[in-house]
C-alpha cells in the first residue's frame, strides 16, 4: 500500500495518491491530470476511483478529465447531485481498492454532500481518514462556503459539531488525518502549517475538537470572525457540480502565441484584459498600457480569482517566456478558462516593437521617509484590515487590495498616493488597478512595510496581535 499527498502550495491544497495490488485511488485532483494519470503508470496500476470529498469553492476539480482519461469512476458521498455521471456512495459504504479498503463517511458541516474517506489496510485496520475541508490540521472547514442552501452558516456550523464527533473523533488516536487544506487557504481561519497529524494530536491541539466544548460553544466560535470569502468560490463550487470544458481546450485557446501587432488587435476587438504575470520588481520598470500586474511568484490564483470578477472575462497575458502554459493552467484552476493568447517573446518583444510603454515610480523606503518629513505624502495602505490594525504608520489610509474594486470611490484623482503593502507584491497590483481605472498619481514604496519599519525612522502604532483574517 502506498498513500502519497501531492500538495500544491500556492492554492495550499492537497490531493492524494493511494494504491494497492495494481489498483489507485485520487482524492481531490486538481484541474491538470496529467501527473496522476504518470504517477499510477510509475507503479503500472489502474486508477479506479477519484473521490471527491466535496464540491470544492477555491479551486475547480480534474475529476471529469481524470475520469474521462482512465475509465475510473467519480465517487461523491451522500446528498451530492452533481450534473454528471458519478457514483453517490451511501454513508458506511465500504470500496475496496486492491488489498485495502476505503470506507465513506458522510461527514456534512462544511457542505452539506462533506464526506470524509477512511482509509483501511489489508487487514481491516484503520490507517488513515482523508478528511477534505471538514477537518484540517488545527482547524475545521468554514460552515459559509456552500453552494445553494437553505441552512444558515449556523445550522451547518451545528452539522460539522455532530460529524466531527460522531465521525472523526470516535477514530483511534493514532489513525493519520490527511485534509484537504492547509495554512493560507480560505476555507478555514486557523490552519496549522503542518499538512497532516493524527486523531490524538488534533483532539489535544485543534481548538475545535475540544472535549469540553459544547455544541452553542463550537457554533459561536467557528462562525465568529468569518469574513466575506473570495467571490471566486461559489462559482468555482458551480463549476465543480455542473461540468467545465476540458483542460486541454482551455490550454490550447489560451498558449496561443501573439505577435505584437496581433496582441494589439485580439486586445481591442474581444475587449481583453492584460495580465502581467511577471515579477513586481520588472513590471515596475515597464509594462504594456493598461496592464493588471499578478506576479506568479505570489498568491497568483488567490488575487485573480478576488480582483477579476468575471471568470468569463478574455485575457492576454504577459509572461515571463516560458512561463505561459504555467500562467494558463493556474487560471485555469481556479476557473479563468477564457484566456485567448499570450505576447509571443513576452515584453522584451513588445519594447522591440516601438509599441507605447507604461512605467511606475517607485521609492526606498528611506526615500520614502524623506517624502514623509517633507509632509509631501498621502499614504496609502493596501494591506488587509488585520494587518493594518495590529501596526500602521500612523497618519496612513487602509485601502485593502482584496476590497479595491468596491472601495474605489474613496480616492482621489487630485492627490498622489504612496502605496505600501507588506513587502512590494501587492502595491503593485494595486497601483495597476487603479492606472488602468485611470488614477496616474500613485508611487509605489519598494520593500513594503517591513523595509519603512526596519528604518526606525517613522511613526508606527504599537503592535496588538490580531486574530488571523482570511
Known amino acids: 500500500m502506498k498513500v502519497e499527498q501531492l500538495y500544491t502550495g500556492c492554492l495550499a491544497e492537497a490531493a492524494y495518491y493511494i494504491e494497492s495490488n495494481g489498483e489507485a485511488v485520487i482524492i481531490d485532483p486538481l484541474r491538470e491530470v496529467q501527473p496522476y494519470i504518470d504517477r499510477a503508470a510509475q507503479d503500472g496500476a489502474k486508477i479506479k476511483f477519484v473521490l471527491e470529498t466535496h464540491f470544492h469553492a477555491d479551486f475547480v476539480s480534474g475529476h471529469l478529465d481524470l475520469a474521462k482519461k482512465t475509465g475510473a469512476a467519480i465517487v461523491f458521498g451522500p446528498t451530492a447531485q452533481p450534473n454528471f455521471p458519478a457514483h453517490i456512495a451511501t454513508d458506511g459504504e465500504v470500496l475496496q481498492v486492491g488489498k485495502v479498503s ?3 463517511l458522510h461527514t456534512p458541516g462544511h457542505t452539506m454532500e462533506s464526506t470524509s474517506y477512511l482509509l483501511l489496510d489489508e487487514n481491516g485496520k484503520e490507517v488513515a481518514v482523508f478528511t477534505g475541508d471538514t477537518l484540517f490540521i488545527g482547524d475545521v472547514g468554514r460552515p459559509d462556503l456552500a453552494v445553494k442552501t437553505d441552512l444558515s452558516r449556523e445550522d451547518l456550523a451545528g452539522h460539522l459539531f455532530d460529524s466531527l464527533r ?11 488525518v490527511y485534509p484537504g487544506h492547509g495554512a493560507g487557504s480560505a476555507c478555514g481561519k486557523k490552519m496549522a502549517k503542518e499538512t497532516e497529524s493524527t486523531i490524538g494530536l488534533q483532539k489535544q491541539f485543534n481548538y475545535a475538537l475540544r472535549a469540553d466544548m459544547t455544541r452553542a460553544e463550537f457554533v459561536k466560535e467557528v462562525t465568529t470572525g468569518l469574513v466575506d470569502p473570495p467571490q471566486y468560490f461559489p462559482k468555482n ?24 501587432r496581433e496582441f494589439i488587435t485580439v486586445a481591442e476587438a474581444e475587449g481583453a484584459l492584460i495580465l502581467d ?10 509594462f504594456v498600457p493598461g496592464a493588471i500586474s499578478i506576479g506568479l511568484d505570489g498568491q497568483f490564483a488567490s488575487w485573480v480569482g478576488t480582483l477579476i470578477t468575471d471568470l468569463k472575462q478574455p485575457i492576454l497575458l504577459v509572461c515571463e517566456p516560458g512561463r505561459e502554459e504555467e500562467a494558463v493552467t493556474r487560471l485555469a484552476r481556479v476557473g479563468y478558462d477564457n484566456t485567448i493568447g499570450y505576447l509571443e517573446g513576452g515584453f522584451a518583444a513588445w519594447q522591440a ?13 528611506e526615500k520614502f521617509v524623506n517624502r514623509m518629513k517633507a509632509g509631501k505624502a498621502t499614504v496609502l495602505d493596501v494591506r488587509r484590515h488585520s494587518e493594518y490594525d495590529a501596526e500602521h504608520i500612523i497618519g496612513a489610509q487602509n485601502f485593502p487590495l482584496d476590497l479595491i474594486n468596491k472601495n474605489m470611490s474613496e480616492l482621489r484623482h487630485d492627490v498622489q498616493y504612496l502605496v505600501h503593502c507588506a513587502s512590494g507584491y501587492r502595491s503593485v497590483i494595486a497601483i495597476s488597478i487603479l492606472k488602468n481605472r485611470g488614477f496616474d498619481n500613485l508611487v509605489n514604496v519598494d520593500g513594503g512595510f ?7 525612522n517613522v511613526a508606527i502604532t504599537e503592535y496588538v496581535e490580531q486574530a488571523t483574517e482570511l
Do not use: C, Q, W
Open 277 to 286: 504575470t511577471r515579477s513586481e520588481l520588472e513590471f515596475v520598470k515597464g
Open 166 to 176: 460522531n465521525k472523526i473523533m470516535t477514530l483511534p488516536d493514532d489513525v493519520k
Open 102 to 104: 476505503i470506507k465513506v
Open 237 to 260: 463550487a458551480v463549476m465543480n457540480k455542473m461540468g467545465y470544458e476540458s483542460i486541454e481546450t482551455v490550454l490550447n485557446r489560451g498558449a496561443h502565441p501573439l505577435s505584437p
Open 353 to 365: 516593437s516601438g509599441n507605447d510603454i507604461d512605467s511606475m515610480e517607485s521609492l526606498s523606503a
Open 450 to 456: 517591513k523595509e519603512i519599519k526596519e528604518t526606525g
